[in-house]
């Protein structure tokens, strides 16, 4: 059996040395190669990250329209926003622990139906108090989106796995898209509350199909010592994917399912114990390098994005900048988030191409361009369109690199882990957006963060290694 990797050698892996080796996994996914079970995988769960990018784009218009029901002040207003990212760091600090110890498919499950019960919610909540707490839950199942995107990732050959984990970004473009839609359709004629029930419909379709189509990762299971679970699920893939008769792919699948799995006694130390020390090997001497880094881009990112999105329904809000309105440009809101669409297109043929640091390098750099002219004062005007769809585009494909790269620089024992901390830091970005954008600050000053953000991350991606047509460790 192959020997594990010292740069990942973990002191929870003491005592696993009859579990399968990476090696042995990637052999089955090489040989299994990417059909028809990884392209429908990629649909339901782009479809998991449409119906949650739906929720965050809800955002936008939620922060103006609601501010205007019932009567807030900018700083209640802000926190309508904010409490949603303030449950996604409470769900991803839950989600990672459990997704490393006890799978990814029921974090993923939950995920889907909390955010359409608590969406749903939210659209009948008699007053703010009761509304900001149904918003909080959706925060919190929000939360868990990292660790379906691992399990795809874990499921993924080493030269389809950056263009494959793309396309999950196309469909949260397309739930930016969405949400754009249904406001324009939903505010003119009804109110707030219509438009949050019309986002609440996505996530209860996907919550359908996941329970219907997913399966657990191989990957994660035989990390564990379930071998015969693993062994099962590719099986069932490569009856999918057509291979299954093939020689190499039944020898590697026979060489899973005849391993050692763990003892019964393996595992002695309580969950939250065996957390604590997931999340303490990230600053190991090994990982901090990476994580680091990693943490400081998660950060900008997710203020340099959300404030963006946020600094669009600011511009673009019919009235005074002072009053609450919940009336819009949305012609104009409409084609700037379809400039989301192009950045995750963008990136299908280039990931793999250029590379993972590269693509993260150039798009970051991009929108500190983007958003020179509006820090300089062009907020009035068609210049300023061009500046705001150029910026969202780049923003989009930054994070969207962004996400890829995280997943396959951690080894599968920690993965979600890391995954889900880098998530949290995100959100902690992002909670602070509205307060940034959303705030007393003009649009000029927001600008200028948004702008040092995101030059902050083109100078932290330059450092990470690169992980193209690398195989998972």
């Avoid at 990931?351 to 693509?359: A, K, N, Q």
């Avoid at 820090?375 to 150029?390: E, I, K, R, S």
């Amino acid at each position: 059996m192959a020997q594990t990797n010292p740069i990942h050698a973990s002191p929870l892996e003491d005592g696993k040395d009859a579990l399968a080796s990476e090696q042995e996994v990637d052999d089955v996914i090489e040989a299994i190669g990417t059909g028809v079970w990884q392209y429908a995988l990629i649909v339901l769960l782009g479809a998991l990250f449409l119906a949650d990018s739906v929720e965050v784009s809800l955002l936008s218009f939620l922060y103006e329209c609601v501010g205007a029901a019932f009567d807030l002040t900018t700083f209640e207003a802000a926190s309508v926003v904010s409490v949603v990212f303030g449950g996604e760091v409470v769900g991803a600090l839950v989600a990672g622990a459990v997704s490393d110890q006890a799978g990814r498919k029921g974090v993923a499950l939950v995920s889907g139906l909390g955010v359409a019960v608590f969406g749903l919610a939210s659209a009948y909540a008699p007053d703010y108090g009761t509304f900001i707490s149904f918003r909080g839950a959706v925060g919190i199942f929000l939360g868990t989106f990292a660790v379906p995107f691992d399990l795809l990732a874990e499921m993924l050959p080493a030269k389809t796995r950056g263009q494959a984990l793309i396309w999950l970004e196309v469909g949260w473009a397309l739930g930016a898209m969405y949400a754009c839609a249904a406001a324009w359709v939903a505010l003119p004629i009804s109110s707030w509350r219509s438009l949050t029930v019309a986002c609440a419909a996505p996530p209860a379709f996907v919550f359908l199909g996941l329970l219907y189509c997913l399966d657990e990762s191989p990957r994660f299971l035989i990390d564990q010592g379930r071998r015969a679970e693993a062994a099962a699920i590719f099986r069932r893939v490569a009856a999918k994917n057509g291979s299954s008769n093939d020689p190499a792919v039944v020898a590697a699948i026979a060489k899973v399912a005849d391993g050692e799995s763990a003892p019964p006694d393996a595992a002695t130390e309580s969950s939250l114990t065996i957390a604590k020390q997931k999340l303490a090997e990230l600053f190991d001497a090994k990982l901090r390098p990476v994580t680091a880094p990693v943490w400081v881009i998660w950060f900008c990112f997710g203020l340099n994005y959300y404030g963006i999105t946020l600094l669009v329904t600011r511009i673009y809000a019919t009235g005074d900048d002072d009053d609450f309105k919940c009336t819009f440009k949305y012609g104009l809101i409409f084609a700037t988030f379809s400039a989301e669409l192009l950045g995750a297109l963008a990136l299908v043929p280039t990931i793999d191409l250029f590379g993972r640091v590269p693509c993260q390098v150039a798009t970051y750099a991009g929108t500190c361009a983007a958003l020179l002219p509006l820090g300089l004062g062009a907020t009035d005007g068609p210049f300023d369109f061009v500046c705001l769809f150029v910026a969202l585009a780049a923003a989009t494909a930054s994070c969207s690199a962004t996400w890829v790269h995280v997943a396959e620089l951690y080894p599968t024992h920690v993965r979600s882990t890391a995954h889900t901390a880098a998530y949290v830091v995100s959100r902690l970005g992002a909670f602070l957006s509205s307060y940034v954008v959303d705030s007393g600050l003009s649009i000029v000053a927001a600008t200028w963060v948004l702008i040092a953000t995101a030059a902050l991350a083109a100078g932290a991606s330059a450092t990470l290694r690169e992980t193209a047509n690398e195989r998972l460790v």
